[in-house]
């Protein structure tokens, strides 16, 4: 497809256990970014991967979150440990340096619940 | 740090023409962002700003002004699938490149 694909769609697990969510950028875009965003919050700045660069982790709450990607392709974000807080919509966003103002496009999310 | 606020909600009516606003305090300005996020669906770019000034397109309209840390969009002729949440969005020049700050969104509801 021509856009931002995430999976899964939704997912359901027990706190303690952890939790891998992919996703497929814009082929093409070298600039990748995960977001959080809980019910009624605007959205939560986790990581952003721009090419080969070393990836701005700042955002990252805490170690039990980290992320990878290879190249300029799919990321995945790995939630260890989960606990209740992690409950949020997880939306990755990808962007390319060439287009008009740069505007990041947006996967529909991963719906993660923590029971 | 960035502080970026706007109204939590807002109501309309079909039609009509609705004003969301964004203030924002932040080091190193570089542009702005309006995103619409339907529920359960991805936020999509709306509209950028980075110099003074209004930006049309079509139905929407952005204005920004940077010496008063203040942005807007203006939507006519609302329809009822307007109704959605109105991101307000912010990049830093001494952040990540391509790294935005949200404010929390503003709900549109429309009525008929």
């Known amino acids: 497809g021509a856009g931002v694909s995430q999976s899964p769609s939704n997912k359901v697990t027990e706190k303690g256990k952890d939790v891998e969510l992919r996703c497929d950028p814009i082929s093409g875009h070298t600039a990748l970014y995960w977001y959080r965003q809980r019910l009624g919050q605007g959205l939560e700045f986790l990581i952003y991967?721009?090419?080969?660069?070393?990836?701005?982790k700042s955002g990252l709450p805490s170690d039990r979150f980290s992320a990878e990607r290879t190249g300029e392709s799919v990321s995945t974000l790995t939630i260890q440990r989960t606990q209740q807080e992690d409950s949020a919509v997880y939306l990755c966003?990808?962007?390319?340096?060439?287009?008009?103002?740069?505007?990041?496009?947006f996967g529909d999310g991963t719906r993660l619940s923590i029971l | 740090g960035q502080n970026i606020d706007q109204p939590t909600e807002m109501t309309a009516t079909e039609g009509a023409i609705v004003q969301i606003n964004c203030t924002y305090q932040?080091?190193?300005?570089?542009?702005l962002f309006w995103y619409q996020q339907h529920a359960g669906e991805a936020p999509t770019f709306l509209s950028y700003?980075?110099?003074?000034g209004l930006e049309e397109k079509g139905r929407f309209s952005s204005f920004l002004s940077r010496s008063k840390g203040y942005s807007y969009l203006l939507l006519k002729e609302l329809q009822m699938k307007d109704s959605a949440s109105y991101l307000c969005?912010?990049?830093?020049?001494?952040?990540?490149?391509?790294?935005?700050?949200f404010g929390r969104g503003t709900q549109l509801t429309v009525w008929p």
């Open positions: 991967f721009q090419g080969n660069s070393a990836p701005d």
């Open positions: 966003a990808s962007s390319s340096l060439l287009e008009e103002n740069q505007p990041q496009h």
């Open positions: 932040t080091s190193g300005f570089n542009g």
């Open positions: 969005a912010v990049i830093n020049r001494g952040s990540t490149l391509g790294r935005l700050y």
């Open positions: 700003n980075v110099l003074d």
